[in-house]
């Protein structure tokens, strides 16, 4: 990972990327099962997420696709936090001079792939969310395309 910032490659990390960049890069990442979070929700761009070029066309607050348990506490020190959530501060930052942008949500899954991804690791999350059934855990999820872009945005950011 350091060898390909080192050599400016552009990198777009989600969820575990999020959390292999801040580890490689000196940040920490902590397992947080009780603030874990399965489905839809609002997250919401700071002042640097609004004026950043491939977040700005996004509204402040906005819903994302999630399935996480645990989350980057704290950044590298290259790294500039672009959004968060009441309880998960770091949804997304980026690298300072570099084209490395990393998300804590899914902007790759749409409503009903997370969908098929909560059934499927339904066992993991299950016993993670103290006897949450699936049909309350599937309540959480909306469909919304808000993100849906971000993935093919940062593709024409590096293009140029």
Do not use: W
């Amino acid at each position: 990972m350091c060898d390909a910032i080192d050599k400016n490659i552009p990198i777009f990390g989600s969820c575990l990327g999020i959390q292999v960049i801040a580890k490689a890069l000196g940040g920490e990442v902590i397992l947080d099962n009780e603030h874990r979070k399965v489905g839809t929700y609002f997250i919401t761009l700071n002042e640097d997420g609004q004026q950043d070029p491939l977040f700005s066309k996004f509204p402040k607050t906005f819903l994302t696709q999630m399935g996480h348990k645990c989350r980057v506490s704290v950044l590298p020190e290259d790294a500039v936090s672009l959004a968060s959530s009441d309880l998960c501060p770091v949804h997304a930052f980026k690298l300072k001079n570099k084209m490395v942008y990393a998300t804590q949500f899914h902007p790759e899954l749409n409503y009903h792939d997370n969908v098929k991804r909560l059934k499927y690791y339904y066992q993991n999350y299950h016993h993670a969310s103290q006897e949450e059934s699936l049909e309350e855990m599937l309540m959480k999820f909306k469909e919304d395309d808000t993100n849906s872009t971000l993935l093919s945005d940062f593709i024409m950011l590096v293009a140029g």
